[in-house]
């Protein structure tokens, strides 16, 4: 029928219009069949050339996976996923060469550039408005789809001893310690998706930061959906030795689709001694349009463990895309007097449902945490914080701190928090805070009363309210993080 | 008849828990460029609203009567038009924004008005050296800026906060709602100073004020009398000075 035709297409255009990095990207690509089985996993393990202990760990996990049932738990709501009705596997044909940018297909590196990815330095630096001097180099490795295609600043890294880079390389060239971490914060069968990753997993990236050794810049993996149908599947490792630190930025965009999106990445965090790992996300995937259709489904594993005495991962994130997120970013602080943070903005709008928090698992002594979460709903999304503060019998000393805040935009969005909270030592101190607020009318009126727009007016209250977590975010990221909150509540007031 | 500012039978009302609740009840006011009139009278009689409405807060239904701005249809306009169009109010009760720095919630308000009066917007730098110019003159401390907006602020720092966002937005048309309340003298000549700096031809003010004292800095044109949603009352300078010695009550007596 014309009419629902019409419908469509200015359904279309409206999310065209809103969702700014929706574009796809014309390359030949090696594909697998639709479909999730043995065969397939081998293939994948084939086609990345991996030793066999590679494949054998990828088959258990498979295994795992097919005697686990999905997670129904979670506040979100979505049809039944179809694992059989995606692809697992997906390639750029023409393979560039990792040494150099002239060697990367000009499609990929055009990509890049609609998606503002600083891939080298000059663009790296395009707009943003930081003293000279203060800056620090960022290295960037892309993962364009399945397969991680430029790494740069690699020399940099070389010299100080830290090793970046994807996670199939290292699985070849660095196995002794592949196999030593991998899989050790995050079991492959950890949880539904985790086992799913663990069997099929295709990229991601890899650091090593040897003792003593202050990464020299911070390091930053863009991740990127492209082809039709592909689940995506990244495994990301980062081990950081004894006095050694690293800053690491994960950024995430996708083009349109018609179809739900999955994504279920990985990432495990390793901290020794006195080390310090700073893990920063702005993610904004497709969300699905006005009635949110399309989207992408990001269900995530995120979790680091505070191995050594003093050691320290921090999670900063914000998240304003996907139509449904499952995440909890967690921290097991085992060293004694190891410390974990969680600072989270997560942006729901039209009909987005995002579930996630943290998990602080206090074992050692004197280990501390702090927790803030800015929760913001408008349109008739819903948002969920679900934190969970766990504190072991040895913990003596334990301390928390939890800050929940929630804003409202409009009457038909719905923010929850569910804090849990189990403490098994007498000694801990444990505190929770929690609001709920709305954007007043005063608040509204005296802004626009100065001149500014509504969205304007909404867009720094906003960014006021977030402000907390915003200051724990990179420079780089911190400028694109408030456009991006911005950009994210359009057309949510008024 | 001056094309700057007219109000004519306006009538306003305000939906209070669901009962309509009439506050402005016909109020006639004319201001010519160049010239600063007072509204004063008892608490409760409508000089905020008065306010509120010609800033354009949307609660407030008008239900009757004209406003035009240089012989623009005030009351069809947004409240960001019509600060782009150069008309200020100093709130009564500023409001805070928590989080919200003051200098960034400054510099973003004073692109928008230029970006909207086709002027070119100020980069930080420059912008930066010409708040602090402007917060030194109102005597505010440096770090007010960097403060969040009005978090925190002692009512006098908010008031001088509302002047120095006067300043730096070079409105036309200013409304100073009560910002004389709770100041001390000092800081009273340091505001009226800012009003004054800002006194061209082409700037008019509508100081509501309870003081005489305010007006000896400001040297008003006209003063008007404001009871029960309606300016009942209207003359020179005298008239505030004999209002500040007797009273309302003679002037609500006479007209009542
Ligand atoms: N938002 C509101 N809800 C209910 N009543 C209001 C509201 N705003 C003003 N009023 C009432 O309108 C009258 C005039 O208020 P206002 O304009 O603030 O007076 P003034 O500034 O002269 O003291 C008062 O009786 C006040 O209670
Ligand atoms: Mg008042």
């Known amino acids: 029928m014309p009419a629902v035709t019409q419908t469509r297409e200015a359904v279309e255009k409206l999310g065209q219009s809103t969702y700014k990095w929706g574009f796809e990207t014309d390359i030949e690509m090696d594909m697998a069949p639709k479909g999730l089985n043995e065969d397939i996993i081998r293939l994948i393990s084939s086609r990345k050339e991996e030793p066999e202990w590679m494949l054998e760990w990828r088959l258990a996990a498979y295994k795992t996976w097919q005697a686990m049932t999905e997670p129904k738990w979670a506040k979100v709501g979505y049809p039944p996923i179809d694992y059989q009705d995606a692809h697992y596997y997906a390639a750029p044909l023409k393979k560039p060469g990792p040494k150099s940018l002239d060697e990367v297909d000009p499609e990929l590196l055009r990509t890049y550039e609609k998606l503002g990815i600083p891939l080298h330095e000059q663009a790296m630096l395009a707009g943003v408005e930081v003293p000279e001097g203060e800056r620090m180099p960022v290295a960037v490795d892309a993962v364009f789809d399945s397969v991680s295609v430029a790494t740069t600043f690699r020399k940099t890294l070389e010299e100080a001893g830290v090793i970046f880079c994807p996670i199939s390389e290292a699985v070849k060239e660095h196995p002794d310690l592949v196999r030593k971490y991998l899989g050790t914060v995050v079991p492959a069968g950890d949880n539904f998706f985790s086992a799913l990753n663990s069997a099929v997993f295709t990229d991601g990236s890899f650091v090593y930061v040897p003792k003593g050794v202050r990464c020299p810049m911070e390091l930053s993996t863009y991740f990127r959906i492209n082809a039709k149908n592909t689940g995506q599947f990244e495994r990301t490792l980062i081990v950081v030795e004894e006095g050694a630190s690293v800053s690491y930025l994960e950024g995430c965009t996708a083009p349109m689709r018609d179809e739900n999106q999955l994504h279920a990445a990985v990432v495990e965090l390793v901290a020794m001694d006195d080390a310090s790992i700073k893990y920063s996300t702005v993610q904004n995937w497709y969300p699905g349009d006005e009635d949110g259709r399309g989207g992408i489904y990001n269900f995530v594993t995120k979790r680091g463990i505070c191995r050594g005495a003093r050691s320290k991962i921090s999670w900063t994130q914000v998240e304003t895309g996907s139509a449904i997120t499952w995440k909890y970013p967690s921290c097991i602080l085992q060293g004694e007097g190891s410390v974990g943070e969680f600072y989270s903005v997560a942006v729901t709008n039209n009909r987005q449902q995002a579930d996630t928090g943290t998990k602080m698992i206090h074992l050692g002594r004197n280990t501390r945490s702090t927790i803030i979460a800015k929760t913001i709903s408008a349109g008739r999304s819903d948002s969920t914080y679900r934190g969970l503060v766990r504190v072991q019998p040895k913990a003596s000393g334990a301390r928390n701190f939890t800050q929940c805040d929630s804003l409202l935009i409009g009457d038909q969005c719905g923010a929850h928090t569910v804090p849990y909270i189990e403490s098994r030592n007498m000694n801990a101190r444990i505190e929770h805070e929690a609001t709920t607020s709305k954007i007043s009318e005063d608040q509204l009126f005296y802004c626009r009363q100065r001149g500014l727009s509504e969205e304007d007016a909404v867009g720094l209250i906003v960014n006021g309210f977030c402000r907390d977590v915003l200051k724990e975010l990179p420079m780089e990221f911190a400028v694109e993080a408030q456009k991006l909150l911005q950009i994210s509540l359009e057309g949510s007031v008024g | ?256």
């Open chain 2, 1 to 256: 008849m001056s094309q700057f500012l007219e109000i004519s039978g306006l009538c306003a009302q305000i939906d209070a828990d669901g009962q309509e609740k009439q506050i402005l009840r016909g109020v006639d006011l004319s201001i010519p460029p160049g010239e600063v009139h007072v509204i004063m009278g008892p608490n409760g009689s409508g000089k905020s609203t008065l306010s509120y409405v010609l800033a354009g807060r949307e609660d407030y239904e008008v239900t009757a009567g004209t406003a035009t701005f240089h012989g623009q249809n005030l009351l069809a306009m947004e409240p960001e038009e019509r600060a782009a169009a150069g008309l200020f109010l100093a709130f009564q009760s500023p409001i805070e924004l928590p989080g919200v720095n003051n200098a960034n919630f400054l510099r973003t308000a004073v692109n928008a008005v230029r970006r909207a009066r086709g002027l070119e917007e100020l980069d930080a730098v420059a912008f930066l050296k010409m708040a602090r110019e402007a917060a030194k003159a109102l005597s505010m401390a440096p770090d007010m800026l960097k403060r969040n907006v009005n978090v925190g602020f002692s009512g006098g720092e908010k008031k001088r906060n509302e002047v120095l966002q006067m300043t730096l937005l070079q409105p036309t048309f200013a409304i100073l709602d009560e910002t004389d309340s709770g100041l001390d003298v000092d800081a009273l000549r340091i505001v009226a100073e800012g009003v004054n700096r800002l006194r061209a031809p082409t700037f008019s003010a509508l100081v509501i004020t309870h003081h005489q004292k305010l007006l000896d800095y400001l040297v008003p044109d006209r003063i008007h009398v404001m009871a029960r949603g309606r300016i009942i009352l209207s003359g020179g300078p005298e008239l505030a000075r004999q209002i500040d010695q007797e009273g309302y009550t003679k002037f609500l007596a006479e007209v009542a």
